[in-house]
């Protein structure tokens, strides 16, 4: 089955109904079959930080977003350990040129570990690594 990971722009898009990227992120989904969703715990982590300061219904909507994506079985969350906090730190002090962030690094670390190349958002970092975006305006 084709893994494909999903970003924070992804979860942000499908929980704000104003966002400018869902639009692109339905279609970026709709392009899609049959596959099983990768993301990391620091991903939802950046995704519910995101939505902190939207209002007392956009922190329930991510809440219950969060939660459900942890017990879905067509869906993988990959934890975070000190490990995986040490590798991306790894990687984000090689790339001190780049604007990555932690999640960042520690998103695309997991895409290697996992043989993942399509990302479910339309961050470039993630092209400058040799990585798919499937979210495109």
């Not at 924070?8 to 639009?23: C, I, M, N, Q």
């Not at 596959?35 to 219904?57: K, M, Q, R, Y």
């Not at 995986?84 to 690094?105: E, H, N, P, Q, W």
Request: with cysteine; hydrophobic share 45%.
């Amino acid at each position: 089955m084709r893994r494909v990971f999903a970003d924070t722009l992804y979860w942000v898009a499908l929980t704000l109904p104003g966002d400018p990227w869902k639009v692109p992120a339905d279609e970026a989904w709709a392009r899609l079959s049959d596959v099983h969703l990768v993301t990391t715990d620091s991903v939802l982590t950046e995704f519910l930080a995101a939505l902190a300061g939207a209002g007392n219904f956009y922190r329930e909507r991510a809440a219950l977003t969060a939660e459900r994506v942890l017990q879905r079985e067509d869906m993988t969350v990959l934890p975070q350990t000190r490990e995986v906090f040490l590798d991306g730190l790894a990687l984000y002090r090689k790339r001190l040129d780049k604007g990555y962030s932690l999640t960042d690094c520690i998103s695309m670390n997991a895409c290697r570990a996992e043989g993942i190349t399509e990302i479910l958002t339309n961050d470039h970092h993630f092209t400058q690594e040799g990585f798919t975006v499937l979210i495109n305006r």
